[in-house]
């Protein structure tokens, strides 16, 4: 499980799938992706 928090001050609860656990690191910054399935909303981590 991460936890996102958004600049807007609400945070979310995510699951980390399709990304090795190492690269998931606390302060990790992500940007908004596109799910699977309609409405799926799903983030991927920001690659330097």
Excluded at 14 to 33: I, T, W
């Amino acid at each position: 499980m991460a936890i996102i928090e958004m600049r807007e001050g609400f945070r979310l609860r995510a699951r980390v799938s399709a990304e090795p656990l190492h690269r998931a690191q606390v302060g990790a910054q992500v940007r908004l992706g596109f799910g699977s399935r309609p409405q799926e909303i799903a983030f991927q981590l920001c690659h330097s």
